[in-house]
């Protein structure tokens, strides 16, 4: 079955005029405690680096009136983190940092029984793009020769986050588009598949660059390709997968969003707030050192995009056998 890249799809009020209402006062909502900002990976990968970054600007710009308490809860490839969620005691303080396993969690473990489009949208930062990557002491520096390593090895270690989640997925798609065969080792987070790839417990990955990027720029590890549209402006050596003849691409979204049952009130409050922070030079100069694509959605956007985004999961789960 052909497969397409149709992940990465951009989705496309009228405020209103007057003096003080019912409406500014509605506005005027903020958290009395902690907020409770849920990771929904490990740490040291990229959901995790990322809300602690979104953390130290709201802190550094003085943006909130309580702190954001990341909250790292990986477990289950993200089950912990939507469980988390789903009954939380006070859904107006918690928040949830996503990943695409948001999507892809609740379909491969249907006794969850959650449904994610009651989640509350809040706001989407970004998207990651995938990199194959290996150790510099491999000798690889092509995809061809890569290739060609797999295919002679009886036993290729690949890592990656979660199980049927983006790391499996694109491993997958590469081992039915090429017929290859690796043994896949599941972890909570990006950041210790990049760390035991730099140390050389396993032979391979398909992070997200802000995993990686310290190791690569120690010289460690070698990027072979990306998985991107078009070639990213951080590695314009690198080929897509695309120019190797398969229509593929595939983003990490890095959103977030609320829990279900948020108030209307504390919805618009999480949302204008991180409005603010997208919109601040930090993050657009993160997102840049981090080789993230700019992707802003309003809350109405975000859930046509989730629609779209689990319509297009159920195909390419089902297209790999996941």
Known sequence: MAITSKI??????????????LTSTAQAWEPNKPVDFVIMAGAGGGADQIARFLQSVAEK?????RPLVPNNKGGGSGAEALIAL?????PDHTILVTLNSFFTT????????????????????GVDPFVLWVHKDSGITTFEQWLEAVKASDDYIMGGTGKGQEDSIVIAFME???????????????????????????????????????????????PLLSFSDERMPAFPDVPTMKEKGHDFSYYNQ?????????????AEYYQNLFKTIY???EW????????????????DEQKAYWATQIANHKELLAALGE
Do not use: C, H
């Not at 391979?204 to 070698?222: I, L, R």
């Open 86 to 90: 789903n009954t939380a005691s006070d």
């Open 8 to 21: 990465l799809t951009r989705v496309v009020g009228a405020a209103a005029l007057g003096l003080m209402t």
């Open 106 to 125: 609740p379909m491969r473990q249907p006794d969850l029984n959650i449904d994610v489009s009651t989640f509350t949208p809040v706001a989407m930062m």
């Open 279 to 281: 919109e601040t030079e």
């Open 176 to 222: 039915q588009a090429f017929g290859i065969k690796v043994k896949y080792i599941p972890y909570k987070g990006g950041g210790d598949v990049a760390k035991d790839l730099a140390g050389k417990q396993i032979m391979a990955t398909v992070n997200n660059p802000s995993e990686t990027k310290g190791f690569y720029a120690n010289g460690d590890v070698v």
């Open 284 to 299: 657009q100069g993160y997102m840049e050192s981090e080789s993230l694509s700019p992707l802003w959605m309003n809350a």
């Open 254 to 266: 890095r959103a977030v969003v609320g829990a279900p049952g948020m108030s209307a009130e504390a």
């Open 61 to 65: 710009k003085d943006l909130t009136n």
